[in-house]
Each structure stands twice: as C-alpha cells, then as structure tokens.
Nanobody
Framework: QVQLAASGGGSVQAGGSLRLSCLAS????????LGWFHQAPGREREGVAA???????SVRDSVKGRFTISKDNTGNALVLQMHSLKPEDSGQYYCAHHPGCLDASEMLVTGWAAASRSRPDVKWGQGTLVTVSS
C-alpha cells in the first residue's frame, strides 16, 4: 500500500462537505509533522493545515472555521474534514510528512511546499482531486 496516498476527494456543490484521509506509516504518524496541501490549477502548492507530534495544529486563515485537521486513532490516518466548501477550494490535495518539524506552522509558510519537493527527508504522497461547483 502506498503511504501518504490521499483519498476522499470528489465533486460537491458549494457549501458541501468532504472528508479527506491520508494513511501514514507508524513512524510518520508518531514523529514530526503531517500536513495537508492544496494545489489549484496553475497555482503553487500551499499548506492548508498541519499537525505536529503533540497534536498541536496550524490552519491557514482562509480555511479556519471550515477545515479541521486531525489524526484518526483507529489506523494511522491523517484526516482533513472540510465543510462549507467554496469553488476556490477546488484542486488537488496532498499530504506530506516532515520528520524534522518542531512546529506545525512551519509547513504553512509560503513557499515551503515548493522548497520541500527537493528535500529527501520530506515525503509527499499522491493527491486526491476536489471539485467544488458554484
């Protein structure tokens, strides 16, 4: 099974909800930080929400109150619960693991996602597509 493969995407109308899931290894689930990232067509990949080993979370301002990141205790899953979806939330969603992360907010810094793509220590998974129609 491919680790960090995101699932749960789909097509919804504006105002709808989706629950994304990303299966991590025991190591990824326990140490460092895990984060969700959004890439709209033609745009840079950017952090949406991240959680550290102490389960402290950091959420991008544009999705606060609508998106919640959590770790599912049943099976090493990283979850992104999305409510009140907007058309601008459409795009590919990816999860990533940053083993050296001390603070979840590190993964939401502008440009972090692009810079991390060349780092051997940061692991990225396959994305899942979310389409929100108006």
């Amino acid at each position: 099974q491919v680790q960090l493969a995101a699932s749960g995407g789909g097509s919804v109308q504006a105002g709808g909800s989706l629950r994304l899931s990303c299966l991590a290894s025991q190591y990824e689930y326990t140490f460092g930080c895990l984060g969700w990232f959004h890439q709209a067509p033609g745009r840079e990949r950017e952090g949406v929400a991240a959680i550290d080993s102490g389960r402290y979370t950091s959420v991008r301002d544009s999705v606060k109150g609508r998106f919640t990141i959590s770790k599912d205790n049943t099976g090493n899953a990283l979850v992104l619960q999305m409510h009140s979806l907007k058309p601008e939330d459409s795009g590919q969603y990816y999860c990533a693991h940053h083993p050296g992360c001390l603070d979840a907010s590190e993964m939401l810094v502008t440009g972090w996602a692009a810079a991390s793509r060349s780092r051997p220590d940061v692991k990225w998974g396959q994305g899942t597509l979310v389409t929100v129609s108006s």
